[in-house]
């Protein structure tokens, strides 16, 4: 034991060093893994409880905690993740209940709102129940198709929207579910 009687300076910092060590390495936990055939990662300079993939020709449009990305030039067709935390009167709350909840609102900003048949879909996001809605409305005098799913999952609300033109929205179907099968929860 005559190694601990001297400086014990040394051994502190080896101690703080093995302390540290998962420091660094859990950072770049949120951001290893494989990549899907055919995808990229959408990135964000705010840490993300999320992975999100999308067709490797798209092109990021945001990066700031909210991470979207868009088709390519000549197609206007997008595709966002939004997060969110629910307020604590509404943490029992179900992505059918937070639907219908602002349902009327986005009724009343498009007036010929018109939620498809079929919907809500329920489906998995990464084991999570989840609901997707495919709507119709028009915007600023383009008719568009929105695809949202919505999950509540762990206190918080993921908004995972497609926005496109209706004749451009088939085109994308398949992306559109590689990125909802290939979506992860860190």
């Not at 999100?52 to 868009?70: C, H, L, N, R, T």
Request: some cysteine; aromatic content about 12%; overall charge negative.
């Amino acid at each position: 034991m005559k190694f601990l009687s001297g400086n014990k300076k040394p051994i502190c910092i080896v101690l703080l060093l093995l302390l540290l060590l998962p420091v660094p390495l859990a950072s770049f936990a949120r951001t290893s893994g494989e990549v899907p055939a055919g995808m990229k990662e959408l990135v964000s300079d705010k840490p993300l409880d999320f992975r999100v993939f999308v067709p490797e020709e798209w092109i990021q449009d945001k990066a700031d905690g909210m991470v979207s990305a868009y088709a390519g030039y000549g197609d206007p067709s997008s595709f966002s993740v939004t997060t969110f935390a629910l307020d604590r009167d509404k943490l029992g709350m179900t992505a059918e209940e937070y639907w219908e909840s602002y349902q009327a609102d986005f009724e009343a900003t498009f007036g010929d709102f018109a939620l498809d048949e079929g919907s809500p879909e329920a489906m998995l996001l990464n084991g999570a129940p989840a609901k997707k809605y495919i709507v119709t409305a028009t915007v600023t005098g383009v008719e568009c198709a929105f695809t949202q799913v919505v999950c509540v999952r762990g206190g918080a609300v993921y908004l995972l929207t497609f926005t496109s033109q209706p004749s451009l929205a088939e085109r994308h179907k398949e992306d559109l579910e590689n990125i909802f099968s290939h979506f992860l929860f860190n």
